[in-house]
């Protein structure tokens, strides 16, 4: 079980770090084609959302990599699985569907490491 979710974890922040990083760092303009619903929200909120996802990737795996504050793993897939939750329902909100496959699956990865991570087992 241990091996499946540091995959699970390299494969979820491999995927926030890329998200988050984009977010970042390109302006407004260059995401919107891609993500349309930047255009609903500032530039400053749109970088914290960046910022929030590129932080939750290295808490799923920085603290396992170093022994140090491991409760981090499970507390960042947590808030990586509300960010998603809040992601989904905003694109509901807006009707549109096709985003929450996405959501889904991101969701359902960052809650079997929370799961799995906060468990009274440790793994």
Same mark, same amino acid.
């Given at each position: 079980m241990n091996v499946l979710l540091w995959i699970l974890q390299g494969l979820l922040a491999?995927?926030?770090?890329?998200?988050?990083?984009?977010?970042?760092?390109?302006?407004? &303009?260059?995401?919107?084609?891609?993500?349309?619903?930047?255009?609903?929200?500032?530039?400053?909120?749109?970088?914290?959302?960046?910022?929030? &996802?590129?932080?939750?990737?290295?808490?799923?795996?920085?603290?396992?990599?170093?022994?140090? @504050?491991?409760?981090?793993?499970?507390?960042?897939?947590?808030?990586?699985?509300?960010?998603?939750?809040?992601?989904? @329902?905003?694109?509901?909100?807006?009707? &549109?569907?096709?985003?929450?496959?996405?959501?889904? @699956?991101?969701?359902?990865? @960052?809650?079997?490491?929370?799961?799995?991570?906060?468990?009274?087992?440790p793994l």
């Amino acid at each position: 079980m241990n091996v499946l979710l540091w995959i699970l974890q390299g494969l979820l922040a491999l995927a926030f770090l890329a998200a988050g990083a984009m977010k970042t760092t390109q302006p407004k &303009e260059k995401l919107a084609p891609n993500m349309p619903w930047v255009n609903d929200f500032s530039t400053g909120t749109v970088k914290l959302v960046g910022i929030a &996802e590129f932080l939750g990737a290295l808490g799923l795996v920085l603290p396992g990599l170093f022994g140090i @504050a491991v409760i981090l793993t499970p507390v960042a897939a947590a808030a990586l699985a509300l960010v998603m939750v809040l992601a989904a @329902a905003y694109h509901v909100r807006k009707g &549109e569907y096709a985003s929450l496959g996405i959501n889904g @699956a991101l969701f359902l990865i @960052a809650a079997v490491i929370a799961w799995g991570r906060f468990g009274p087992w440790p793994l």
